[in-house]
């Protein structure tokens, strides 16, 4: 499956995460140094047998385990570390989502499928950005387009009533003549005939939900539209009036300035509310930065330290002298590395974080130089104090680079701070001083006189727009009319077909007492069984009534928006509103509009996601317990693409799915992910799967990653054995018709990788990956069908490991 994923934006990078589980002398390495990347709209699939650590690696990335090492950046923002600050908190929630692999992890079995989709929008805020944004220039755009929203809304009443016309003509019609024709009749069995007049609240029902359907789509369709219009705004996309009125308003808003300030006051008033915008947002970002610095020292101050711990479990458990010593010299050292940060730490407080990488780099390249050169030695008696005092008179890693470079960077900061401040100092001192005013009474007054001729000619543009679009709003009035009075006539009539299936179903009961064939027992058993379903039915197609008066609330609501609903500010105020200053009006109605809106966009954005994946609105109101196990998977991925998140790490989703959903789920997933630019980890353990929906793939064993690159490069030539034994258990339809084979995993190759032979990366052809010791590398290679097609080369730095293995293999 080779893709175009690498001239994409990276937005998911993990750079040598270790989450390690202690017990006693114990350890299990769950991550053992895993990286990789993930680039918007790719799909990274994980594979690898339980316990391998594919899981770990998914919860470590929504911080569901407290302590892990290693670096994880999300849109380039660091997210790992022991301590993160409560916006970057919030930006992980918001951006990292998870798919469980049982649908009732996600899921509260009290709540509505509504209410668990509604509490991540209201968590991370989502809805509440919205509605900021939707109503920070409501004033003017309501007004500016004040009489296009009412045409609009006129066209979308008459496409609503004459949808319900249409739908209900036919059906009316159409049981006007049934009834008349609808016979009982005793040659045909009770069903049959119960179903000739039944079948009328069946095609009701039909019909109501098709027309809700439609109107609700209308509905959003408004809130688009008002959308658009004030992108429109936004974008100065006005008439020429509009424009003039706009910015003389704006002049005229300068001029009151003006008529108080200096020309450069005026100046200096609006430079200040920016500098001190500006002051805001830099010291939110200093004090970001200064945490992302602590928290990188503290990462790999942790992650020296866990190794100290792996280090002395494996010392203590050695019989190898030489082992032995080796490991006491890299314990040592690494603690006195600890040390020489911590002592170094404050001087290097203003480094950023690829500058503090290097700066560990470097110091680690110190380390391993200075073993070979000051410990080379073999074990002795004393061995520690020996290490101790070679360490001590010895070790003099030189920091002073990356001092002067904190240094600077400190300076550059606190220059730029002094800046904005100092400014801001001259600015408030320049206002406070009395200045001649650049904008006279006279000027004043010859502004407002400008302003109310552009108003006027607003007003008769606006007259004349109204005047040009009178014959068409009158006509749009009366079609209204019309239509209503169809669609009254039409509601009358299906009432009377009602009243005509009551007295069918009467008909029907006493059809039903004359059965000569049935004994008293069974007519009242068949009564009471048909009177049961229509009573239910009935009771289901209240539904309708009550959904059609939410969605005329929910019209109203959009009416609000628009500015064309005047009737609500009335019967708050007892019809005293009218006396109100508009200003005054619009602030009244402004918090109610707020709310009544909010609870809309909460319906339009929890249906639109319900239709995305593949369900309808109406499941908004039922229970968890109500679906099938697919259709509470496709809710969970729902949750999970409600947010807009740039990451989705799918724990096995499907592995709880009957195998005849399984495509469907993965599909969407699939398909979603790439239409949304959304970053995809799909941990799985079907390997089929894995070859169908992934770009890139990872193979995991015993927490490392052993073979990783493009799914398609690795399908066709895996190297590591585990990943051939992990192949070779794909079903296939070429070995359908054998006996099934157990499958042995080879963990041979775990023994050649003891000390002295040191296992690391290497590439052996593009975008493919493998992970041994360099003899099992070549000879894993030289056993491939075409092995001149490999070129195998190291992708990782050289260790102290290696360098105290090829100083034993010389030995011997």
Known sequence: MKNNNSEKKVILEIDNLKKYFINGNHVNKAVDGVSFKVHEGEVVGLIGESGSGKTTIGRSLLRLYDEYNGFVRLDKKIISGKKISNKRNKFLRRNVQMIFQDPHASLNGQKTIFSTLKEPLVVNKIMKENISDLFSDWKDVKSNFKYTFRIKTKTLEIENLGLFNKLAENFVKEWTKNFEEIQFNSSLNLEDNFNLYYAFLEEKQ????????????????????????????????????????????????????GSKLSKKQVKQHYELIDKKAELDDFETKLHDFKLINKNTFKNYIQEFKHEIKLIKNNRLSTTDLDFYAYNLKRELLDKHTIKYIKDVQYSLRYLTFNQIKEFIQELKLYTMNFYTEFLSFDYQPKLKQKINKVIDSDFKFDCKKFVATSKENEDDIKKD????????????????????????????????????????????????????????????????????????DLRDEIKQLTHKFDKKHTEFIEFIKHQASLDKTKIKFWINKYNTIVQNKFETQKSFNIEYKYLLKDIGN????????????????????????????HFLMLPVTKLRIQG??????????????????????????????????????????????????????????????????????????KTKNIGLIFIAHDLSMIEYVADRVQIM???????????????????????????????????????????????????????????????????????????????????????????????????????????KKNKK
């Open 206 to 257: 039909i019909m109501e939900s098709d027309i809700i359907d439609k109107m609700y789509s209308n509905t959003t369709k408004l809130i688009e539209y008002y959308k658009e219009k004030q992108k429109e705004f936004r974008s100065n996309i006005l008439t020429e009036d509009e424009i003039l009125v706009n910015n003389l308003k704006k002049q005229h808003k300068d001029a009151l300035l």
């Open 701 to 807: 064993h015993l927490g490392k990653i052993v073979e990783s690159g493009d799914t398609e490069a690795i399908y066709k030539n895996p190297v590591h054995p585990y990943t051939i034994n992990l192949f070779k258990a794909i079903p296939k339809i070429s070995n359908a018709n054998e006996k099934f084979e157990n499958i042995s995993f080879e963990l041979n190759y775990l023994s050649e990788q003891k000390f002295p032979f040191i296992p690391k990366e290497y590439k052996v052809e593009e975008d493919h990956y493998v992970y041994g010791t360099e003899e099992q590398v070549y000879k894993w290679v030289s056993e491939q069908e075409n092995p001149e097609q490999f070129n195998i080369e190291s992708v990782t730095e050289i260790s102290l490991e290696e360098v105290e293995s090829s100083k």
């Open 558 to 585: 959009i009416d609000l928006l628009l500015g064309n609903n005047k009737s609500i500010i009335n019967r708050m105020f007892n019809n005293k509103a009218k006396t109100f200053d508009k200003i005054y009006s």
């Open 417 to 488: 701070q002094k800046r904005v401040i100092d400014t801001i100092a001259h600015l408030e001192k320049e206002l406070k001083k009395q200045q001649k005013p650049f904008v006279c009474e006279h000027q004043l007054a010859k502004i407002e006189q400008e302003l109310s001729k552009a108003l006027i000619w607003q007003r008769e543009e606006l007259d004349k727009f109204v005047e040009h679009n009178k014959a068409y709003v009158a006509t749009l009035d009366e079609e209204i009319v019309k239509i209503n009075k169809i669609y009254y």
């Open 600 to 673: 809309l966009l909460y319906k339009t954005i929890i249906y639109k996601t319900l239709e995305d994946v593949g369900l309808l609105k109406q499941f908004a109101y039922r229970y968890p317990h109500e679906f099938s196990g697919g259709q509470r998977q496709r809710i969970v991925i729902a949750r999970a693409l409600i947010t807009n998140p740039k990451i989705i790490v799918a724990d096995e989703p499907i592995a709880s799915l009957d195998i005849s959903i399984q495509a469907q789920v993965v599909n969407l997933l699939k398909d979603l992910c």
